[in-house]
């Protein structure tokens, strides 16, 4: 190597010996476990909604926890519970949410509230399910062949419309009616608005888009239609360093009366109904 | 204008800004190094390295979160949904593109620049400044890449900053919020901002490049 490079390697041992103070700039409030900073994963229809928006800023308040969130779909969520890389989650995905509690990743689940699916159609209905009950409905947009749109990302949406298709023995992967965008639900209905597909959507994000994409209510209201949120600690005695403290913290408020008054009424003023339902003390 | 956008706006240029320099404290001497040296296997590096410009972000942020998160190596720093995470992530993302076209801003200089400097008794340190002010053109634009690459890309920044609401909300990410809340004129305003703040750096980078120009 010629003095060029030589010249290369003073530079970088400079730089090396910069670096670190470039890098502290950020306080490091969590140094040790149970600090004051709680990692909520989260999944995104609630923070699409806005509701963790007005919620998050009360607990940090009466609490003094920072909470980050992070939102992601319920199967990411649930995957970061898992890896310790997340103290909290506030999940929609019943049947992976118990499989999670089975394996003893989580150490409390309380219900917290719950809002619902809707399936959303053109207007015009080509596979004429409108007011038919959600399984009827399924079947006939498969026995017909019409576009139905999926979200395909391992949310909790898409679980529970997984879940639908295989209490009807149905398999539509694969399909050439069925398509997948592996994007959010708001990017998903966007696309069924666009190919006047059929698609499922939880009721806060239609609600939002209601104006745009000129698709319609076709089922609702059907039990299997439900979309019930938990929220989980994650289990300290597997990840020491989770900030169990202030899961437990952040579960507590979340199930507070006051709390689930605010949840009730949320969404009111904007769409002239409440986009969630309190659920605290449910099984 | 709010003062959360104000405050998305000001961590974006803080991140990227800062992702940017150090980029080009470390991928200034690296590219010079590389461009003016010969060794084996030097085609094949400079090769990485101009793959390292075409690197997706979402791959620089998967491997980054996944040395910071708890589960992860250096999880006990803390690091990961910090602005800091974000600004190793973009400082990856940019460091390619500074070496890369540092390395070849400098091969473009005529040789017998060099051999003359050094036949007049020039010291190696006088030799590498004369170069760079030769190539100062080629360099500023390797900076305003660099900065062009970190400023719109989202991926990094969702995967290790979590777009959590008053601490690594960026302004990509917020777009990308906006988006799928369904509130498109947000978004669009956001990304009217980002292309003008762009802008406003590049013009400022531009303007010193003209002046240089003589």
Same mark, same amino acid.
């Given at each position: 190597m010629n003095r060029y490079g030589r010249i290369g390697l003073i530079f970088l041992v400079i730089l090396v010996a910069c670096t670190p103070q470039t890098h502290s700039v950020t306080p490091n409030a969590t140094s040790q476990a149970g600090g004051s900073v709680?990692?909520?994963?989260?999944?995104?229809?609630?923070?699409?909604?806005?509701?963790?928006?007005? @919620?998050?800023p009360r607990f940090e308040a009466q609490s003094g926890y920072q909470v980050k969130t992070v939102a992601v779909g319920s199967g990411q969520?649930?995957?970061?519970?898992?890896?310790?890389?997340?103290?909290? @989650?506030?999940?929609?995905? #019943?049947?992976?949410?118990?499989?999670?509690m089975q394996?003893?990743?989580?150490?409390?689940?309380?219900?917290?509230?719950?809002?619902?699916?809707? @399936?959303?159609?053109? #207007?015009s209905d080509p596979a004429q399910i409108r007011g038919l009950d959600v399984a009827?409905?399924?079947?006939?947009?498969?026995?017909?062949?019409?576009?139905?749109?999926?979200?395909?990302?391992?949310?909790?949406?898409?679980?529970?419309?997984?879940?639908?298709?295989?209490? @009807?023995?149905l398999d539509p992967q694969g399909q050439p009616w069925y398509l997948e965008t592996g994007q959010g639900m708001g990017a998903t209905l966007?696309?069924?608005?666009?190919?006047?597909?059929?698609?499922?959507?939880?009721?806060?994000?239609?609600?939002a888009y209601r104006d745009r994409i000129g698709l319609e209510i076709l089922v609702e209201g059907d039990k299997e239609l439900q979309n019930i949120y938990h929220v989980i600690t994650v289990n300290p005695e597997r990840w020491p360093q989770v900030n169990y403290a202030g899961a437990v913290a952040l579960m507590t408020f979340l199930i507070h009366p006051e709390t689930q008054k605010i949840i009730a009424s949320f969404g009111v003023e904007q769409y002239g109904q409440p986009l969630f339902f309190p659920d605290a003390g449910q099984p | 204008?709010?003062?959360?956008?104000?405050?998305?706006?000001?961590? /974006?240029?803080?991140? /990227?800004?800062?992702?940017?320099?150090?980029?080009?404290?470390? *991928?200034?001497?690296?590219?010079?190094?590389?461009?003016?040296?010969? =060794?084996? *296997?030097?085609?094949?590096?400079? /090769?990485?390295? +101009?793959?390292?410009? *075409?690197?997706?972000?979402?791959?620089?942020?998967?491997?980054?979160?996944?040395?910071?998160?708890?589960?992860?190596?250096?999880?006990?720093? +803390?690091?990961?949904?910090?602005?800091?995470?974000?600004?190793?992530a973009q400082t990856l993302i940019a460091l390619p593109v500074v070496v890369g076209l540092t390395a070849s801003a400098l091969q473009q200089v005529d040789e017998r620049l060099r051999w003359q400097l050094a036949g007049l008794g020039a010291s190696t340190w006088q030799q590498v400044l004369t170069l760079w002010l030769e190539a100062r053109l080629p360099l500023l634009a390797a900076l305003m890449a660099? =900065?062009?690459?970190?400023?719109?890309?989202?991926?990094?920044?969702?995967?290790?900053?979590? +777009?959590?609401?008053g601490q690594t909300r960026v302004l990509t990410t917020a777009i990308v919020l906006e988006t799928s809340r369904g509130a498109f004129d947000r978004a669009l305003v956001l990304g009217g901002l980002l292309v003008g703040l762009t802008f406003l750096v590049n013009w400022g980078l531009t303007v010193i490049q003209q002046r240089g120009r003589r």
């Amino acid at each position: 190597m010629n003095r060029y490079g030589r010249i290369g390697l003073i530079f970088l041992v400079i730089l090396v010996a910069c670096t670190p103070q470039t890098h502290s700039v950020t306080p490091n409030a969590t140094s040790q476990a149970g600090g004051s900073v709680l990692i909520l994963a989260t999944t995104t229809s609630t923070q699409d909604s806005g509701l963790l928006d007005v @919620l998050i800023p009360r607990f940090e308040a009466q609490s003094g926890y920072q909470v980050k969130t992070v939102a992601v779909g319920s199967g990411q969520a649930l995957k970061m519970g898992e890896e310790g890389n997340a103290d909290v @989650l506030l999940v929609h995905s #019943p049947q992976a949410e118990e499989a999670f509690m089975q394996a003893g990743w989580g150490k409390d689940r309380v219900r917290v509230m719950h809002n619902d699916f809707v @399936l959303l159609g053109p #207007p015009s209905d080509p596979a004429q399910i409108r007011g038919l009950d959600v399984a009827t409905a399924l079947r006939t947009i498969a026995e017909k062949g019409v576009l139905f749109v999926s979200r395909g990302d391992n949310s909790g949406t898409h679980a529970l419309e997984l879940s639908l298709w295989r209490r @009807l023995n149905l398999d539509p992967q694969g399909q050439p009616w069925y398509l997948e965008t592996g994007q959010g639900m708001g990017a998903t209905l966007m696309v069924a608005a666009e190919k006047q597909a059929y698609t499922l959507s939880d009721r806060g994000t239609f609600l939002a888009y209601r104006d745009r994409i000129g698709l319609e209510i076709l089922v609702e209201g059907d039990k299997e239609l439900q979309n019930i949120y938990h929220v989980i600690t994650v289990n300290p005695e597997r990840w020491p360093q989770v900030n169990y403290a202030g899961a437990v913290a952040l579960m507590t408020f979340l199930i507070h009366p006051e709390t689930q008054k605010i949840i009730a009424s949320f969404g009111v003023e904007q769409y002239g109904q409440p986009l969630f339902f309190p659920d605290a003390g449910q099984p | 204008m709010d003062t959360e956008i104000l405050a998305i706006i000001l961590l /974006s240029l803080r991140v /990227s800004l800062t992702a940017t320099l150090i980029s080009l404290l470390v *991928g200034l001497p690296l590219g010079t190094a590389l461009a003016l040296s010969r =060794f084996r *296997g030097q085609t094949m590096l400079l /090769s990485l390295i +101009n793959t390292g410009m *075409g690197l997706p972000p979402v791959v620089v942020g998967l491997v980054v979160a996944m040395l910071l998160w708890r589960s992860g190596p250096l999880g006990t720093l +803390n690091l990961i949904y910090t602005p800091t995470a974000i600004i190793i992530a973009q400082t990856l993302i940019a460091l390619p593109v500074v070496v890369g076209l540092t390395a070849s801003a400098l091969q473009q200089v005529d040789e017998r620049l060099r051999w003359q400097l050094a036949g007049l008794g020039a010291s190696t340190w006088q030799q590498v400044l004369t170069l760079w002010l030769e190539a100062r053109l080629p360099l500023l634009a390797a900076l305003m890449a660099g =900065f062009g690459a970190v400023i719109s890309e989202v991926g990094a920044s969702m995967m290790v900053g979590g +777009n959590i609401k008053g601490q690594t909300r960026v302004l990509t990410t917020a777009i990308v919020l906006e988006t799928s809340r369904g509130a498109f004129d947000r978004a669009l305003v956001l990304g009217g901002l980002l292309v003008g703040l762009t802008f406003l750096v590049n013009w400022g980078l531009t303007v010193i490049q003209q002046r240089g120009r003589r």
